[in-house]
């Protein structure tokens, strides 16, 4: 009896004050333990938080330093938080490209470009994905924000010389000194210094806390974190009275994560990406209301080498010898399988399909072909191990196990395409995407060269969903939530599809300036 | 029991038996007081429990080098390096602040000493990790080489 009346009277509570108190119930109880089991409503404060800024920043890469320097400056207090021992995330490893639309460089160079032709350039490449509004933003931006990192930072750039990366219409892109994003993050830190503020390493946000009036109100972190330890560490809070800006970048080396996103990229398929590169607050965002999206647009370098780390040296070889001069080729039928000139993501996918019903790739090349390679890169990579030269194609087919016929039929037949056509417009049945470049050659001259092919995962195109102003977007609202500002890779929308090379940079700095300034301005609370 | 002892008898459980407590203060020459009864020194060294921190090296030279023989932090703690002088005075802070290693080793001698490494200098890498003397440097855990992270340089790491 007395059983089954208090089962009742708390199906009666449940049923009276479930809708509004069920999510809320649930977590009542772990409180300060840790992050929450599943994706629950927890709307539950801590107790006492241990510490107090007016702007909290998730991720020390170029969108969190370039927020935290534009809300200190406006006078806010600000801490930037960074799990990895060292910060800069991907963006102090990156190439140091970095696109700018009707800069005054174009213009010494006598390069006519503008603000629209940049956005249509990044449009077509991301099929018409991207958010026009903030695609406008950034290009529109583009030129000043480069000229602020110059005078405001003292960033250096290669004073005669422009990149055009693949899809940009005309050369439009910087070029860092030393051809890395260190030559921005360096200064940014010390700029930073400067003004205070120090990004806390080892310091790993586990939590966001979301209240019941629906604002963002700070964090859990796990201070002395030893990546990737998920227990390390010491838990702790931290209020965010004006703000909190999510700047924790991709997910690239996050395999659970982005299998889910894309099926193809399992283990096999390595990142460029530091290793620090995991996907645990794009679920944390999820979790408390953001709106993901297009998070299975990952961006695959079909270029790189499993014989080598990250990015490499491989690339060069694959793309301006074997891909632009030679062939790619399937070494378990001996037959090429793409066009070799076609985009990044058509090559990686098929190489990528091909691995997992188990193929190995590889890119081809004749001495002429390798001829045009920068000097000394070729030394580099036969001393690596990462190309390797023979003297006939039977040895090429054997070292890779190649069926031997179909190998020398495939390049008999690429040769006599080249050699059946007019030297100035060579002509190949499988390389039809754009003009074959100028100088091919029939695959002829001994030594051969080969590098295998291991596409690795470079930039994640999707994340956060965020207007302008950089804030993050509810998923049920399509309102802003408020005290919520992202920016950087962890965000989507900007580059759609495909990313092109030298664009995640200034959508960086664009929008981590945005986001720090807005935050700054916000009303606190509390 | 029985797992216990075939696992003792194949040297398995030794290295928790042997974890040595960390004890502040204890000069280096005497092993005995963090490590027990443990043998650390080889069979037929010398008693060194009566000898001057900072001696060692008169002996051990060339070959038979302590480099990459011995954690760096007994390497420091027997060359007369005392906790406080890495860690400041009161209860030892979690790591020692690279400040306090380039008070004795500058940083221009150590980018000077490694400019003729294999592949890259490693005190003078584009990223400014090199100023986190931590990252590959430990005292009371093995070294390791942290640009391995990215890259294939194979550096001995003391
Ligand atoms: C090898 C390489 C070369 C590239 N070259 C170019 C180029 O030349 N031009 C170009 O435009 N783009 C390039 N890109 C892309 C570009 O560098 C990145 O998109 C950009 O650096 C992302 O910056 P970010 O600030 O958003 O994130 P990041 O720089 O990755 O910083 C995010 C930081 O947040 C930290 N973090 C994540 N989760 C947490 C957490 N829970 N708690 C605390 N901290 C957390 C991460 O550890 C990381 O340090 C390149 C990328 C790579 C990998």
Known sequence: MSDEKSGLSRRGFLGAGGAIMGGLALTQLPLDGAAPKGAVVDSTLPRKWDETFDVVIVGSGFAGLAAAYEARKAGASVVVLEKMPTPGGNSIINGGIVSAAGSPLQAKMGIKDSPELMAKDMMVAGLGLNHPGLVKLISEKSTETVLWTISELGVKYLDNELVQEGGHTVKRSYKTYNSSGSAIVLPQLAKLKALGVEPRLETFVTKIYRDKDGRVKGLQVREGYEFPKADSGKLKTIRARKGVVLAHGGFGQDVAYRMIQDPKLTAKVESTNQPGATAEMWREASRIGCNIIQGDWIQVGPWASPDEKGFGLAPHFAQEAASMYGIWVDATTGKRFIDELANRKIRADAIMMLMNQGHKCIAFADAKAVSRLTPGVMDKLQKSGVVKAFNSLEAVADAYGMPKAAFLETVAKYNTNIRNSDPKDPKDDIKVSTKLPQGTLPLETAPFYVSRLLPKVHHCMGGIYTNTEAQAMDVSTDKPIEGLYAAGEATGGVHGAVRLGSCAVIDCLVMGRAAGSNAAKAKAWG | ?158
């Open chain 2, 1 to 158: 029991m029985k797992v216990a002892a075939i696992l003792l008898s194949l040297g398995m459980l030794l290295p928790l038996a042997a974890a040595p407590k960390r004890l502040a203060g204890v000069p280096a020459t005497q092993c005995a007081a963090c490590h027990g009864k443990e043998k650390v020194l080889p069979a037929g060294h010398e008693d060194i429990r009566k000898a001057k921190s900072g001696s060692c090296a008169t002996c051990h030279t060339g070959e038979t080098s302590l480099r990459a023989r011995l954690p760096l932090g007994h390497r420091h703690a027997l060359a007369g390096v005392t906790c406080q002088d890495c860690h400041g005075k009161g209860k030892p802070a979690a790591k020692a602040r690279p400040e306090a290693c380039v008070a004795c080793h500058a940083m221009d001698a150590l980018v000077a000493k490694t400019a003729q490494a294999k592949d890259h200098n490693p005190h003078a890498d584009q990223h400014g990790y090199a100023a986190n003397c931590n990252l590959c440097h430990h005292q009371h855990k093995p070294s390791k080489n942290h640009c391995l992270t990215c890259h294939s340089y194979n550096w001995p790491v003391p």
